[in-house]
């Protein structure tokens, strides 16, 4: 592994997720950066939620354009603006699968709700190309892994992770194992049992 994923890594599992690692690693969502054995079982799978609408080409080219204006914005730092931007090609595209995605995380710079957050995720998840080509699906997953993980949320954050790595997200798949509450709990018995044997009664 390279000093760079180790140190996503490392910021990954930190106590907090802060909104420079947002904007500058969850961010394979932006189109102009960089173009886990589950123990249980993961219910909603996004194969039988997807509403993925194929787009004309011309609409797709001309929806990538608009939002790579609205990256553009965030990343000299209107993010608000950035935000109006993706609105209004959500607007015009009500099925845009990417725009969701790349708005939430611009909510997530933003500090707004995680409600408002998970919506917008949920969003791109039901409307992404189920074949990830696009990457969509592996970013959505893995922003909602972060969003929970921050708001405490053990199983989701485990779940999303899980649903982020099979969609060959990278962060995902070296986020998902930490995660998963049963090696949790399998970690926390070999320590009680390593410390009974040294300090036996």
């Known amino acids: 592994m390279s000093k760079h994923d180790t140190n996503l890594v490392d910021i990954l599992m930190s106590?907090?997720?802060d909104g420079e690692y947002i904007r500058d690693q969850i961010s394979?969502?932006?189109?102009?950066?960089?173009?886990?054995?589950?123990?249980r079982s993961l219910e909603g799978s996004a194969d039988n939620q997807s509403e993925y609408k194929e787009l004309?080409?011309?609409l797709l080219e001309s929806l990538k354009a608009r939002e790579r204006q609205a990256v553009r914005l965030a990343e000299t730092g209107g993010v608000s603006e950035a935000v109006d931007q993706l609105s209004t090609i959500i607007d015009d595209c009500s099925f845009y699968a990417s725009a969701y995605n790349n708005r939430a995380q611009a909510n997530r710079l933003l500090g707004r709700s995680a409600d408002a957050i998970l919506a917008d995720l949920e969003l791109a998840i039901r409307f992404a190309n189920p074949d990830n080509s696009d990457g969509v699906l592996g970013q959505a997953y893995t922003q909602k892994g972060i969003v929970y993980r921050a708001l405490g949320?053990?199983?989701?954050?485990f779940d999303s992770?899980?649903?982020?790595a099979k969609y060959g997200?990278?962060?995902s798949k070296m986020a998902a194992p930490k995660?998963?509450?049963?090696?949790?709990?399998?970690g926390k018995m070999v320590s009680?049992?390593?410390r009974q044997l040294r300090n036996p009664m």
């Open 56 to 58: 004309d080409n011309g």
């Open 28 to 39: 394979g969502t932006y189109c102009s950066y960089a173009d886990a054995n589950q123990s």
């Open 169 to 171: 997200n990278e962060i």
């Open 179 to 186: 995660e998963n509450p049963y090696a949790k709990l399998c």
């Open 192 to 194: 009680q049992a390593m």
């Open 15 to 17: 106590s907090t997720v």
């Open 161 to 164: 992770f899980s649903m982020g």
């Open 153 to 157: 949320n053990q199983d989701e954050a």
